[in-house]
Structures are given as structure tokens and as C-alpha cells.
Nanobody, 124 residues
Framework: QVQLAESGGGVVQAGGSLRLSCAASGRTFYGMGWFRRAPGEDREFVSSISASGGFTLYGDPVKGRFSISRDNAKKTLYLQMNSLKPEDTAVYYC???????????????????WGQGTQVTVSS
């Protein structure tokens, strides 16, 4: 069983930066990812990272601005968000893939464990 807890959300002006963290407990050698949901919108893939950290994947809207990383010794996943835009406003969720899956994935159905989410608001 894996439990996930996000932190680091907040309010920031457009062009600013935030770093989200996701602390994991339990078995953690899984591929992990970040998703987001804006008000009235479907859940959207943001980024994913393999268990070793050697492979990463990004959604088109965040490529070149966001960076995913992980520290397996600390059991923590990160999302560095730069050049933030108002359209990045959403609740951000971290997720861990199903048992035995160490690779990246952009598909929410392939993630078994989810955090409660952290709100990111970007003002114009």
C-alpha cells in the first residue's frame, strides 16, 4: 500500500515559479506522475517519471516549463513549475503506478494510488 501527500501549492503571479512535493509512504519503487484538474475540466496529465528517475514524460502544455524529479531516499516526488500561466491554475495530484509498474505513463487509469491534491492558483 502506498500513501501520497502533496504540498507546495499556493497563489503565484503569472511568470512565477512553484515547487510541488509529494511525500510517499509504504512501498515506493513505482513509476509516478503528476496530474491536474482545473474547474469544470477533465483531469489532465502533467508529467511522469520512472521508478529510477531515468525516464520522464511531459504533457504538451507544460513542456519546457515544468520539470519532474524524485528522491527515492526521501521517498519524495517533485514538480518544479516555472513560467507559470493563469491556465496552469488547477488542483495538482501526485500518483503512483500499480504494483510492478516502474515506467512512465500518461494514462490516469494506470495509476493505483493518488494524493488528495494541492491547489495552484496563477493570477494574471
Amino acid at each position: 500500500q502506498v500513501q501520497l501527500a502533496e504540498s507546495g501549492g499556493g497563489v503565484v503571479q503569472a511568470g512565477g515559479s512553484l515547487r510541488l512535493s509529494c511525500a510517499a509512504s509504504g512501498r515506493t519503487f513505482y513509476g509516478m506522475g503528476w496530474f491536474r484538474r482545473a474547474p469544470g475540466e477533465d483531469r489532465e496529465f502533467v508529467s511522469s517519471i520512472s521508478a529510477s528517475g531515468g525516464f520522464t514524460l511531459y504533457g504538451d502544455p507544460v513542456k519546457g516549463r515544468f520539470s519532474i524529479s524524485r528522491d527515492n531516499a526521501k521517498k519524495t516526488l517533485y514538480l518544479q513549475m516555472n513560467s507559470l500561466k493563469p491556465e496552469d491554475t488547477a488542483v495538482y495530484y501526485c500518483a503512483a503506478r500499480r504494483d510492478g509498474n516502474s515506467g512512465t505513463s500518461q494514462y490516469a487509469a494506470q495509476y493505483a494510488y493518488w494524493g488528495q491534491g494541492t491547489q495552484v492558483t496563477v493570477s494574471s
